[in-house]
């Protein structure tokens, strides 16, 4: 897939921002006022946009109109809103004909005269506040597809309350970073050729432990990373470093990747980086143990037979349970002068070994695993693991 196509791949084919789309056009249909909660860092707005339009073109007649509106600083009351509303979709009669100390209301002027008839009025931009303002004006309104909805786009947290005529629908609420790791699955499927099966599992994880729900951010990474050889904190900081991203993260300080980077807080992405390791390499080394223990099962059971090997004030008899640390251990210590407790005469498999319970106990303390550590336990090949002795530890 090329890569500008992954834009349109996020919002009509991941479940969470699928899941976003369709509650707007589900909340216009029922004729209410749909209200999208949506975060300063929106992945690819243009593409949400876009698939908002589709989708209400798909599920409406093919008269109505979807009319983008971008919100305006002055429109802070009912008056003020009417009159944008008219100056955008009212003819110069309909204009002139209003009076503001009339009876009527601006929204029964606006019902009245058809102003709004087959349009889906889409208010993008708008503050707290003015979406208060706005949202005041659209309850005052409150009709339906053949008289004119509203879909109201606020950028800031903004207070729900339980109503019949008004629909939130939260990006926050949607979406997951369990969306953003599928999403990266896919496009790393696309590099089958670089990446092994392992590296991708990780790659998917650290990317979205990372940027969290930017998606799009994460796929920048994904771009912009040679995993294997560099750690993806460097990539972040070439992000920043991109125009396009310049200002990405500066309207929500204190928690996106971009910004923590920015205020030189490594310490919170090194502890993402970590939590996706731990997700996905510390299953790995568990299934290396078990696979190392049945590949050296005999000499094992003679060891234990012949030493008695406690762990945790236990006695082991089966392999299986044999930890790491314990198996190092056997492998190091001499049950008398010249005779290992476990001797494996493949000076491969012990620098193997040790190699795992060094990197295991780098996880189980909070540390990261090079890039390094990381071929050697992400390779399928084997390649790296016959470099050990080059000290990849």
């Not at 994460?218 to 991203?245: A, H, K, N, T, W």
Request: with cysteine.
């Amino acid at each position: 897939m090329q890569r500008n196509t992954w834009e349109d791949f996020w919002w009509n084919n991941i479940t969470g921002p699928r899941t976003f789309v369709v509650s707007a056009c589900d909340a216009l249909m029922d004729n209410a006022i749909a209200m999208l909660i949506i975060p300063p860092n929106l992945p690819w707005p243009n593409q949400m946009q876009s698939a908002i339009s589709y989708e209400l073109r798909q599920k409406t007649p093919s008269e109505l109109l979807i009319e983008p509106l971008e919100a305006k600083d002055d429109c802070v009351n009912d008056a003020k809103i009417g009159k944008l509303l008219l100056s955008k979709f009212a003819s110069d009669s309909v204009q002139n004909g209003y009076r503001e100390k009339s009876s009527i209301t601006i929204q029964a002027y606006l019902l009245r005269n058809k102003v709004l008839q087959n349009r889906i009025v889409w208010v993008q931009g708008l503050s707290a506040a003015h979406a208060k303002a706005w949202l005041k004006f659209c309850k005052g309104y409150a009709a339906s597809a053949k008289d004119g909805l509203f879909l109201l786009e606020v950028r800031e947290p903004f207070p729900t309350a339980p109503s019949k005529s008004v629909r939130y629908i939260d990006y926050a609420s949607c979406v997951s970073r369990h969306d953003v790791q599928l999403f990266n699955s896919f496009i790393l499927n696309e590099k089958r050729d670089q990446y092994s099966d392992s590296w991708s599992k990780y790659i998917a994880a650290v990317s979205a432990n990372l940027c969290e729900k930017d998606a799009e951010v994460s796929q920048m990474l994904i771009e912009s990373v040679e995993f294997s050889s560099e750690e993806p904190i460097s990539g972040v900081g070439r992000i920043c470093e991109m125009p396009d991203y310049s200002q990405r993260g500066r309207l929500a300080p204190g928690y996106h990747v971009l910004e923590y980077y920015r205020s030189n807080r490594i310490s919170e992405l090194t502890k993402r980086v970590w939590e996706a390791q731990v997700q996905v390499v510390f299953p790995l080394i568990e299934m290396e143990r078990i696979k190392f223990i049945e590949q050296w099962r005999q000499q094992i059971e003679t060891a234990l037979e012949s030493n008695g090997v406690y762990q945790y004030g236990q006695i082991i008899h089966d392999p299986i349970e044999l930890e790491l640390g314990t198996l190092v251990y056997m492998i190091s210590h001499q049950s008398q002068p010249g005779e290992y407790c476990l001797y494996l005469p493949d000076e491969s498999a012990r620098e193997w070994l040790r190699f795992l319970h060094f990197c295991r106990n780098q996880l189980a303390h909070a540390n990261c695993c090079t890039p390094k550590q990381l071929n050697a336990l992400l390779d399928p090949t084997g390649e790296v693991r016959q470099s050990l002795s080059d000290k990849a530890v």
